[in-house]
C-alpha cells in the first residue's frame, strides 16, 4: 500500500501556472501508475492525466497542450505543470496509484484560478 501527499495548489489568476506535487511513501514507488484527477463542485471527479510506470502519459482533452505530468522515481514524486489555467480548472486535485487492482488516493489540494 502507497501513502500519497499532495501539495502545490493555491490561487492564480487566469493565464497563470502551477505545478502540483504529490509524494509516495510505503511501497515501490516506480511499479506504480500515477494519475492525477481533479473534483470541482457539485461535479464528479474527472481524469487529468496519468502517466505509468514506464513514462508513458495521457492527457484528459480539456488539459492537453496545458499540462504536463511527470515523475521522479527517485524522489517517489509525480508532478503535474499546468498552464494557462482558466477559472474552470479550480478544482480539488488529488493524485492517484494504481499497481494492479489496488489503488490508493492522496487527500487533494485545492487550486483555485480566479478570473
Known amino acids: 500500500q502507497v501513502q500519497l501527499v499532495e501539495s502545490g495548489g493555491g490561487l492564480v489568476q487566469a493565464g497563470g501556472s502551477l505545478r502540483l506535487s504529490c509524494a509516495a511513501s510505503?511501497?515501490?514507488?516506480?511499479?506504480?501508475?500515477m494519475g492525477w484527477y481533479r473534483q470541482a463542485p457539485g461535479k464528479l471527479r474527472e481524469f487529468v492525466a496519468e502517466?505509468?510506470?514506464?513514462?508513458?502519459?495521457n492527457y484528459a482533452a480539456s488539459v492537453k497542450g496545458r499540462a504536463t505530468i511527470s515523475r521522479d522515481n527517485a524522489k517517489s514524486t509525480v508532478y503535474l505543470e499546468m498552464n494557462s489555467l482558466k477559472p474552470e480548472d479550480t478544482a480539488v486535485y488529488s493524485c492517484?496509484?494504481?499497481?494492479?487492482?489496488?489503488?490508493?488516493w492522496g487527500q487533494g489540494t485545492q487550486v483555485t484560478v480566479s478570473s
Open positions: 492517484n496509484a494504481r499497481l494492479g487492482p489496488f489503488a490508493s
Open positions: 510505503g511501497s515501490t514507488f516506480s511499479r506504480y501508475a
Open positions: 502517466i505509468s510506470n514506464s513514462g508513458s502519459t
